[in-house]
């Protein structure tokens, strides 16, 4: 498995709250964009639990040339 240079593992460590959910929010649409070009973001929604420390991300796309809209949500926790 390649290295596709993405920060969002280290910040699952940083607080758990709305700044760190924009900056993952950030992270994943830069990741996407410079790793798969041929995926359209319809949606990216992070979102933080504190009283868990984890956060929520639900991403709503699209393959560029298909009608069919995916959506995954998947739950993001530190680990080492």
């Known amino acids: 498995q390649r290295n596709i240079g993405s920060t969002t ?46 956060f929520v991300a639900t991403l709503s796309y699209k393959i560029i040339g298909f009608d069919e809209t995916f959506t995954v949500e998947q739950i993001l926790t530190p680990t080492r």
């Open 9 to 54: 593992s280290s910040l699952l460590f940083e607080m758990c709250d709305e700044a760190t959910a924009t900056l993952i929010d950030d992270e994943i649409r830069r990741t996407i964009r410079f790793n798969e070009p041929r995926v359209e973001i319809l949606d990216l929604l992070v979102i933080p639990v504190p009283e868990q420390n984890y």
